[in-house]
């Protein structure tokens, strides 16, 4: 039994508190008393530099890590596509939350839809606005670049780094088309503007969507703690495609995505690794049982490599 309140470490974004919030909240139905300890992560201090050029992975989760191995902390939440796919010496998981929307969303600054985005980048739109001959869309997520680059050759794409609130401010106020964001970011603090679309054909990062607690390595007290909270088919599906992340790079900050889905009719798992200008793409697309789940987003990784996939990831490699 857990007797003092369990110190859960957040990020201080308004995102990071929701998270760690619905955690403390958890937890407490489960009859376990908490608290919010606040840590600044560098990830939140750069504001500037596009996440792939930090150079290191964990920029958001290293200083969780660093106040969990130094016991200022028990249990740290993050959201899960922001965790290195290999967790810290001394670190596991504790608990995968419930996945919330794992879409990608455009958030456009005017009446466009993406039907008129589609045409204008085709050129179908007339139109007497310079400004609509070549689109202009804000993300500093290579993944998500690589993937618009892939449907919309010619698009200008903007660096837009800072937390969503920062990020939505910067849209409205520039003079870009419109930008990318995670729905369950917006989502999650009730900020989604009514102008926005699901990007329906947009594959998500590996865990978007979904919350992921870590404890120290045989702190027994808190994993079992959490255990009772943890959502089993967001864990299966999220292992999946963090194996298919591994088996194709290791790393965050990657223009690979990965969808899999637990239904009763089995896990159906989409995933691809685009070169970072748009220009090539390998993707898979695969229906495993659930008894192959341990195996599932490594086998399709390989696919992947095996048809073409290795040219982009050496490719990818040698650019950084
Ligand atoms: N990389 C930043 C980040 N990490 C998690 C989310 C949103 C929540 C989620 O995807 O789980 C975001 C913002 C975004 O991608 O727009």
Redesign the pocket.
Known sequence: MQNNPIRIGTRESQ?AVWQADLVKKLLEDNGHAAELVFIKSEGDIDLVTP?YAMGVQGV?TRALDAALLNNRIDIAVH????VPVQLPQGIVQAAVLER?SYKDILVYREQFTEDSITQINHGLLSTDNQQLSSLLIGTS?IRRKAQWLNRYPGTVIENLRGN?NTRLKKVAESQWHGAI??A??LERINVRPENSIDLDWMLP?PA????MAVARDGDYNILEAFAPINHNDTAIAVKIERDFLSALMGGCSTPISALAEVTPQGILFKGNIISPDGSQKVAVERTFSKAEADNAGTLAGHDVLEQGGREIVTAFKNAK
């Open positions: 995102l996440l958001f959201s899960m596509k922001d919330a997520s969503i964001f995670a369950a970011g990062a978007q969507g979904a919350i």
